[in-house]
């Protein structure tokens, strides 16, 4: 029985996750979205049951031997290797149909042979649209924060005075960082949200918590900050944010482990907001944590218990 | 009022809205191309639930629709044609964004609502989707998925499976019904193998389609009838009107 591995494992969330799984006893497959020539996957379908083998360098692997995956790739055209190569080019044309076969084996195992996949990357998508995933949050029965979606600047006024401020940010998943709305400073620039849709949000004051959901488990940190988006506390208030551990209310936990499940996302991480005003609220769920930082300033074991998930055979 | 959502060159949507208008129903026809240069879009999302209104000037406000069929594949973004690349891009990640979170809570019946993966509804993986058909009972060719696969592997591997005889067939699947079985049946020339309805509903079911319009291709040989591939795009009028008038139907469904 095998883990496979599918990210750069020098980045640190893999690196982590290598250790823990070396500290668990396993030997993982690791596919290297840039060692594509030195790798190979061949797969398909054969009396509906999904069959092949992954070859890394001289060692290959037969699917029905994985466990588990852990699925942090890049996208070829991300591969440093393949910086300006043409669509056309072999090389590139070979890493793509190796991202694209691994990306329907990861897609299918799960109902083909019982693996577990942490996470597919079709669920991963839910967090390309924050007010849709809020409504999927919603139904998890967390509170969100009231929100306008609007291309109107009368409208975007208007709710950034009915909350007594607000903060703004992308829709997407792109340039995704918050910053606080102000009416007088940026009454020019509001007028060229007719253009594009902007998402507003009441700001919600209080402290942050990050919980790391793996499978039935969760490891929460609190965050110690003054800045309205603590990941750039830094460059928004001058020093960086700090964490520590948190021991989560248990009825928070499991509606967090369930809102994961229901997002297919057996390895999440649950923003959330303790709110002045007695709230939980919750701000997103991210789909593939880069959790180094909670692992190592926070002391939370979260490589650990990710590794022995994967290697719990399903 | 009804409103059906596409590209701007999906004929099928066209012959649909056409269908909808000769048949006494006020249907509003809104292509990416018209969502894209609309006046005003706006959505809440808050503690007193979910509402929207997309104001599209002299063609209507979308706000109460009773029925929407969403045939969006692409985001509304040709007003940002000409920009640069970058800030495109960034654009088309924001309207996709709104436009799944808009689509997501729209009121009415609403065949598709989209999926993080396909604004246009469920879109699993063609190798997930043959698996699940499988799981659910249909007959799936033997094929392999290498280097420079087609993108329709799955129909090329069901006409090689089903030999010299093979004939391809389209299905329209609503709500995991086949729409006009019996028509299908005599286009086939030959009845549904036992149990076929039902794995076609399973499989619905199981891409997320239980309340879904989709498409599914079929290789026909002898008596054995292969899945081949699924769509969230169907073509509407191999069901002709028996699925204009299901569509109709859904309004009547609808909760008050």
């Known amino acids: 029985m095998s883990v496979m591995v599918w990210g750069v494992p020098t980045e640190s969330p893999v690196a982590l996750l290598l250790e823990a799984l070396s500290r668990n006893g396993a030997d993982p497959v690791v596919v290297h979205p840039r060692q594509f020539l030195e790798q190979s996957v061949d797969i398909g379908l054969s009396g509906g049951e999904l069959r092949g083998s992954i070859r890394v360098q001289d060692r290959t692997t037969d699917v029905g031997d994985i466990v588990g995956v852990y699925v942090r790739p890049i996208e070829p055209e991300l591969v440093p290797e393949l910086k300006d190569v043409a669509a056309d080019d072999p090389a590139m044309q070979r890493a793509r149909a190796q991202f694209d076969a691994l990306m329907a084996f990861t897609e299918a195992a799960p109902d083909a042979l019982g693996c577990r996949v942490a996470s597919r990357l079709s669920a991963m998508a839910s967090n390309m649209s924050k007010p849709y995933q809020a409504q999927l949050v919603q139904k998890g029965g967390f509170d969100t924060p009231e929100t306008v979606v609007t291309d109107d600047p009368d409208e975007a006024r208007a709710f950034v005075r009915a909350h007594r401020g607000a903060i703004y940010k992308s829709v997407s998943g792109v340039r995704s960082i918050v910053s606080i709305v102000d009416l007088d400073r940026d009454a020019e620039r509001l007028e060229l949200i007719r253009w594009c849709p902007v998402q507003f949000q009441e700001n919600v004051r209080g402290r942050d918590v990050r919980v790391h959901v793996v499978g039935d488990e969760v490891y929460a940190a609190i965050v110690d900050s003054s800045a309205t988006d603590y990941r750039y506390a830094r460059a928004q208030v001058g020093e960086d944010a700090t964490l520590a551990p948190y021991a989560l209310p248990d009825e928070v936990a499991e509606r967090c482990v369930v809102l994961a499940r229901d997002l297919d996302l057996p390895f999440a991480g649950v923003d959330l907001k303790l709110a002045d005003d007695g709230r939980i609220v919750c701000f997103e769920v991210n789909p593939s944590p880069g959790y180094s930082w909670y692992e190592t300033a926070a002391g939370l074991p979260i490589s650990d218990a990710l590794a022995r998930w994967l290697m719990r055979a399903a | ?256």
């Open chain 2, 1 to 256: 009022m009804f409103v059906v959502l596409c590209d701007l060159d999906d004929s099928a949507a066209l012959w649909l809205d056409a269908r909808f208008r000769d048949l006494g129903q006020s249907s509003l026809l809104v292509t990416s191309g018209l969502l894209s240069f609309a006046r005003r879009r706006s959505q809440w999302i808050g503690r007193e639930g979910t509402r929207a209104v997309v104001d599209l000037g002299d063609a209507g406000v979308i706000d109460q629709p009773d029925l929407v069929v969403n045939r969006l594949l692409s985001p509304p973004v040709a007003a940002w044609q000409w920009a640069r690349p970058g800030e495109r891009d960034y654009a088309a990640a924001e309207m996709t964004a709104f436009t799944l979170s808009w689509l997501a809570a729209v009121p009415g019946a609403v065949r598709n609502r989209p999926s993080p993966t396909c604004l246009a509804g469920p879109s699993p993986h063609p190798l997930r989707a043959a698996v699940v058909a499988h799981r659910a009972g249909l007959d799936v060719p033997d094929a392999d998925l290498g280097a420079g696969t087609s993108p329709l592997w799955l129909l090329e591997a069901a006409v090689r499976n089903a030999g010299q005889a093979a004939r391809v067939f389209h299905l329209v699947v609503l709500d995991g019904r086949i729409v006009d079985a019996d028509g299908v049946e005599q286009r086939v020339g030959a009845q549904m193998p036992e149990g076929f309805s039902s794995s076609i509903a399973r499989f619905a079911a199981a891409v997320g389609a239980a309340e879904g319009l989709i498409g599914i291709d079929i290789v026909v040989a002898g008596s054995r009838w292969w899945f081949a591939g699924m769509t969230p795009l169907p073509d509407l009028m191999f069901a002709g009107d028996a699925l204009v008038q299901d569509l109709i139907g859904l309004v009547e469904k609808v909760p008050a």
